[in-house]
């Protein structure tokens, strides 16, 4: 059975940081693709960042996090992190862990994030 497990969501104020993580039990984590992603109220998901799994090591991040969050993995622990810095009021939103490989994908049950003062 497949779980990814989020946590470290919370509050924060205004340019604050907070670091997610997200643990994957059920899969081979190293050769899976992790990603984040998020969804605030009254809107569609979106992404936020991707790892690739294997031998590529390759991240992408939506615009509006670059120079802001990194996306990081430790495949001994199984484990997706995300940091987040200088976070600011549109960043709130529900945070999801995504690992896909091929067609196949599972996602987490998400973890609240709130950037208010």
């Known amino acids: 059975q497949v779980q990814l497990v989020e946590s470290g969501g919370g509050l924060v104020q205004p340019g604050g940081s907070l670091r997610l993580s997200c643990a994957a039990s059920?899969?081979?984590?190293?050769?899976?693709?992790m990603g984040w992603y998020r969804q605030a109220p009254g809107k569609q998901r979106e992404l936020v960042a991707t790892?690739?799994?294997?031998?590529?090591?390759?991240?992408m991040y939506a615009d509006s996090v670059k120079g802001r969050f990194t996306i990081s993995r430790d495949n001994a622990k199984k484990t997706v992190y995300l940091h987040m810095n200088t976070l600011k009021p549109e960043d709130t939103a529900v945070y999801y862990c995504?690992?896909?490989?091929?067609?196949?994908?599972?996602w987490g049950q998400g973890t609240q994030v709130t950037v208010s003062s």
């Open positions: 995504r690992a896909a490989l091929g067609g196949r994908e599972h």
């Open positions: 059920g899969i081979i984590f190293s050769i899976y693709t």
């Open positions: 790892k690739n799994g294997g031998s590529g090591d390759r991240t």
